[in-house]
């Protein structure tokens, strides 16, 4: 199973992006999928999850201003990002998980700065 990331670029505060993630390999229908970040020196972090239901799940300080959404017939994942701070600099992964299997992308670079 393979994920591809894209949609990282640099982008002035208060600007917005589109990650996506596309799926080949499998068929996404029964993955939970989340997007999670790394910065430089921290830990990674969730930032929002889709589960198989379609339930979601946020970061706090990714509340109101992002969106997870994924469409099954397309094996694709995307996260809408507004209202970028610089806090939110980071890679972005990809997951994709099934019980005690999962699989990660390899990220796409998030830059926020003026």
């Known amino acids: 199973v393979q994920l591809d990331e894209s949609g990282g670029d640099l982008v002035q505060p208060g600007g917005s992006l589109t990650l996506s993630c596309a799926v080949s390999g499998d068929r996404i229908t029964i993955y939970d999928m989340s997007w999670y970040r790394q910065a430089p020196e921290n830990q990674r972090e969730l930032v929002a999850q889709?589960?198989?239901?379609?339930?979601?799940v946020y970061l706090d300080s990714a509340k109101g201003r992002f969106t997870i959404t994924r469409d099954n017939s397309k094996n694709t994942m995307w996260l809408q990002m507004n209202s970028l701070i610089p806090e939110d600099a980071a890679k972005y992964y990809c997951?994709?998980?099934?019980?005690?299997?999962?699989?990660w992308g390899r990220g796409t670079q998030v830059t926020v700065s003026s």
């Open positions: 889709i589960k198989r239901d379609h339930s979601t």
């Open positions: 997951n994709a998980q099934f019980g005690f299997t999962e699989y």
